[in-house]
């Protein structure tokens, strides 16, 4: 073996990559047994102890929440939490830079533009094209010069033109909201949030693992960002109202406190615990108890002080000060910092005295988790409303400014913003007010977004031109982030929830242990299986490289911070399944070596040699399936591909090079004298078969074209067939997963839930277990109001209350434990995943045709291949078409049976390759040999490794189906029908195809030769 220094010092790079990546989960985990400890089952106060520790390093010189960023992080469906994709709508980007223009013509051509947007393509170009249709002699500049874009679009420029600016602002005013929504986002606190735009126009992805408060989440997202300017007080001047508001509180809690001393007892044992009655009394302020022994003795002896709220904003009562920081205060304290706050006659108090503390949004530096309290000065509308000097749509534009300090090194960044030109009149009248005079310094004002301080510049000078600059020790990234927050103002338009998805933990824990236990099994099958076959010498070292394969591909996803979801278990398990693929390959081939007469060592070097080709292509073309998934893939289809493009990868590594190299070490060690690659059970199996898998091609012709005629009529309803039972994905809708202490009749409940939902009767069907089903409605599914998952939780709670405990309120039945998960789908996303599934089954298929006609050299081979996978497809969509409704599982066609239909045409083309790739070889070997002898020979020849593999494949997934859970059973059912079919069109399809392509080319040439 060539080149075994490369691939020791690859092994080992592998190995350390793996051993640093992978000690963060170590670490991360064991700080969260630590928090879970600690809490005793109450998770904010388990957030709070890991927010503590977040700026300790804990590990190699990185930090907690450093540490945590680099671990493996779970998915939604493994760690409970939300998944929405919302869409910026473009009509109202467009219909502002024309200052909502009352055109008719316009107007309408914005709403067949709004109306054409699930097929895809750029809104802008869509709505130019709908207007010139509209008007063809239409001018838009004539609609789009206004005073906000009179520097950009002007009077005679073309629509085309005008166009080109509109894409501009559109995709700037996309880029706005994406900021102001990953600003609101970072306020929830979630670990390891992800947001990101998608493929398409306008949407963006979010996913927030553990949160548990989707109502809340909905609302904030897609509300309107506000963005205000606010005055404000010196701690100084707001100082006797501090000292009156903690008077309030210090009576509040000794009255409380009293209260408790006056009450008895059951489990008085003589002594006192003041401690105790202190964290109750802070409980009913809403606060949560110390984090640490040293906290709650300080939290002790400031509840027990005359000060309070001086001590827990960590400020000395004594000593005001002139500015409008009030307190810089620990994140762990914030909590308790709000309760007090948050008393009723505090609040009143500070209303009345015209004070609002609002957060910094960010902590001071990095490295700290202190955070601000700024005094903002409210004023008041004639609506007695609170109201900022300036706010919403105020700034014109804004820039990062990137300069040099004093010494010419050091890069500075301040932000440069511009009115308009309204706006800035009142901020002329409101830096002067705010300027310094005399002795007396200038005072800051606050910049706030989202209730949350962004910046509290001090004026040093009135500014009456419109242009600021903003300066205070920003990072580069800071002044970008700054910039984006001002141009973004409110929201550049409606933002809108078209798909959700909420998982609850419960289910997460469920599908955590389903998966862990599925994943354990198949491996100990797999090494078992391994041993039974080819003895337990070859076995183990086959199940040596299965189980670095694991550790390299779990290292690597971690590298690249992948987020592990159930689908990504059955990813690296079915690429398991395919390095168990590539050692049969090797194995069978040493064995034929062997039987041959060859010498031991020389029969393993040439099973590896003449196995190559065949792993190579059979990979390879899993790999064309793997990257197709990942970018036609949505959600879990991208999780599974992404695991099972690197699964494949470290799978060829380890099965091909890594055991060669094992025996080679072993072989000069004289370590592995007289072995043999078999059982005595097994040495047998399907050794020098003798099947002639031509002679019944015709009718093999005939009951392939039968079955594939059924399965058409089954998937077309047009033609009398049930058609397939399209889940929301594709028909736009809403999921609820609802788990009952009892077993339900579906029908029933079906009956229960029609009295509420007029016409639109959701569909009951069991799921998973016979006291979960899973409601399914696209009720109201066309409408944008925030108050329709309400209205349909409360239509699902009024219908299936007579199923609840006696009891059961409608609280207790949204947020309890009866709701497990939900899911939204609009009609926009369910057209656009139809169009994408479509594309990404044929371009699998014409991809792995092509790679095919490439690597072979000859069209019958892809046609062969083409026409077997298009079977293998024909035949799960129809077998899909006629079973649903009728298995106790769901056979819903969502994303993940597209996913897994494009998987079974990655795993079936390998069979397929490695016959032709044995065809191919005797080809050269056996020249004057026919065709008919040659195909019947590799397909003899190459019978065992098919069925081992398919079997070792078929056990993995058997186990999946049977244990891995709800949430990927319809998938992994899928890929046992593959297995099947996919073997049956290896041997009587696609080989026989190819071989009639083959024979019928060869009889013209005897006939050109013959006439010549």
Not at 618 to 636: C, D, E, K, M, R
Not at 992 to 1011: D, I, N
Request: hydrophobic share 45%; aromatic share 10%.
């Amino acid at each position: 073996m060539q080149n075994k220094g490369f691939i020791k010092f690859l092994a080992v790079t592998l190995a350390l990559v793996s051993v640093f990546y992978l000690s963060f989960t170590a670490v991360t985990n064991k700080y969260y047994a630590e928090a879970k400890a600690y809490a005793g089952g109450e998770p904010q106060l388990e957030s709070q102890y890991l927010d503590s520790l977040s700026k300790q390093k804990v590990w190699l010189g990185y930090t907690l929440e450093k540490c945590r960023a680099m671990e493996i992080n779970l998915g939604l469906d493994l760690k409970g939490g939300m998944s929405v994709i919302m869409e910026i709508a473009g009509g109202d980007v467009v219909r502002s830079l024309s200052d909502n223009n009352p055109d008719p013509t316009f107007n309408q051509a914005l709403a067949n533009t709004t109306a054409l947007q699930g097929k895809g393509g750029d809104y802008v170009t869509s709505f130019v094209n709908e207007y010139q249709k509209l008007s063809p002699n239409g001018s838009l500049a004539a609609i789009f010069n206004t005073y906000e874009l009179r520097d950009k679009i002007r009077l005679g420029m073309t629509n085309k033109e005008v166009g080109a600016v509109l894409k501009a602002e559109l995709k700037s005013a996309y880029a706005h909201s994406f900021n102001v929504l990953r600003n609101r986002i970072d306020k929830f606190g979630v670990v390891a949030p992800n947001i990101q735009n998608t493929d398409k126009e306008g949407q963006i992805s979010i996913e927030l693992p553990g949160v548990k408060e989707p109502d809340r989440v909905r609302t904030l997202l897609q509300g309107s960002a506000n963005l205000e300017f606010w005055e404000t007080w010196t701690e100084a001047e707001i100082h006797s109202t501090l000292i009156t508001a903690n008077n309030i509180i210090r009576d509040s809690i000794q009255a409380r406190a009293a209260v408790a001393a006056a009450a008895p007892d059951t489990n008085d044992t003589g002594n006192t615990d003041i401690s105790l009655a202190d964290d109750d009394v802070l409980k009913d302020f809403g606060a949560d108890a110390a984090l640490s022994n040293e906290l709650a003795e300080q939290n002790a002896i400031a509840e027990n002080s005359q000060m309070p709220l001086f001590m827990a904003l960590g400020i000395d009562p004594s000593q005001p000060y002139s500015h409008c920081v009030v307190a810089q205060v620990p994140k762990n304290q914030m909590a308790k910092v709000d309760a007090y706050l948050a008393n009723p006659q505090v609040k009143s108090l500070l209303d009345a005295a015209r004070i609002s503390l609002k957060w910094t949004v960010k902590p001071q530096s990095e490295e700290s988790n202190i955070y601000s309290l700024i005094a903002l000065k409210i004023n008041y509308d004639v609506d007695g409303k609170q109201k900022p000097v300036l706010g919403g749509d105020v700034i014109e534009s804004a820039d990062a400014q990137f300069g040099q300090n004093t010494f010419g090194r050091q890069s500075e960044a301040s932000v440069s913003m511009t009115m308009k030109t309204d706006a800035a009149k009142i901020w002329a009248r409101l830096t002067t007010d705010n300027a310094p005079r005399g002795n007396v310094p200038g005072r800051s004002v606050a910049i706030v977004l989202d209730d949350a301080v962004y910046s509290y510049p001090t004026v040093q000078s009135p500014i009456t031109g419109g242009v600021s600059s903003i300066t205070g020790n920003f990072t580069i990234e800071e002044a970008n982030d700054l910039a984006n927050v001002l141009k973004s103002g409110r929201m550049a338009a409606r933002a809108q929830i078209v798909q959700e998805e909420v998982v609850g933990p419960s289910l997460g824990q469920q599908a955590i242990n389903q998966g862990f236990i599925s994943f354990i099994i198949a491996i100990i099958i797999l090494i078992l299986y391994l041993a039974v076959m080819y003895g337990w010498k070859p076995g183990l070292i086959a199940s040596g490289a299965l189980m670095l394969n694991l550790f390299f591909s779990l290292g690597v996803m971690s590298s690249f911070h992948v987020v592990l979801t159930l689908s990504g278990i059955a990813g690296i398990v079915l690429s398991l399944a395919l390095a168990v693929d590539a050692n049969v390959l090797v194995y069978e081939r040493i064995k034929e070596e062997m039987r041959g007469g060859r010498a031991l060592r020389k029969a393993v070097d040439e099973g590896y040699t003449k196995a190559f080709s065949a792993i190579f292509d059979a990979n390879l073309t899993s790999l064309i399936t793997g990257f197709i998934l990942l970018v036609f893939g949505t959600g879990p289809i991208r999780g599974f591909a992404f695991t099972f493009i690197i699964g494949i990868i470290v799978s060829f590594f380890t099965a091909v090079f890594l055991t060669r190299l094992t025996y080679d070490t072993l072989f000069e060690k004289g370590k592995l004298k007289n072995l043999v690659f078999s059982t005595k059970m097994f040495e047998n199996l399907l050794v020098d078969t003798n099947f002639d898998f031509l002679k019944t091609k015709k009718t093999q012709y005939i009951v392939t074209g039968a079955v594939a005629l059924i399965c058409v009529w089954a998937f077309f309803p047009q033609i009398g067939g049930r058609g397939l039972n399209q889940g929301i994905d594709y028909t736009g809708g809403r999921n609820y997963v609802i788990k009952f202490q009892q077993d339900i009749n579906t029908v029933d409940a079906q009956e229960l839930l029609a009295t509420q939902f007029e016409d639109h009767i959701p569909s009951v069907i069991t799921i998973g277990t016979p006291n979960q089903v899973r409601v399914s409605t696209n009720y109201l599914i066309e409408s944008q109001s925030l108050a329709v998952d309400s209205a349909i939780q409360t239509k699902l709670y009024n219908g299936l209350k007579t199923l609840l405990p006696a009891g059961t309120s409608y609280e207790g039945f949204i947020q309890g434990d009866y709701i497990q998960t939900q899911s939204k789908v609009g009609p926009t996303i369910a057209d656009d995943l139809t169009q994408k599934a479509i594309w990404a089954v044929l371009l699998s298929v014409l991809g792995i045709g092509l790679y095919i006609l490439l690597r072979f050299r000859d069209i019958s081979y892809s046609i062969g291949t083409i026409a077997a996978l298009a079977f293998d497809t024909l035949f799960v969509l129809g077998t899909y078409s006629l079973l649903w409704g009728f298995v106790p599982f769901s056979m819903e066609v969502d994303q993940t049976f597209i996913g897994a239909v494009l998987t079974v045409i990655g795993y079936s083309v390998n069979d397929k390759v490695v016959i032709f790739d044995r065809v191919r070889e005797y080809t050269q070997l056996f020249p004057k040999q026919g065709k008919y002898q040659l195909f019947n020979g590799a397909l003899n020849s190459t019978l065992g490794r098919t069925f081992i593999t398919g079997m070792s494949a078929l056990l993995v997934l058997l186990i999946i189906f049977f244990l891995g859970g709800e949430s990927i059973r319809s998938f992994s059912f899928v890929m046992v029908l593959g297995i099947v079919v996919g073997t049956f069109s290896s041997l009587f399809v696609a080989a026989p195809v190819a071989y009639e392509l083959q024979a019928r080319k060869e009889a013209k040439k005897a006939k050109v030769v013959v006439k010549k």
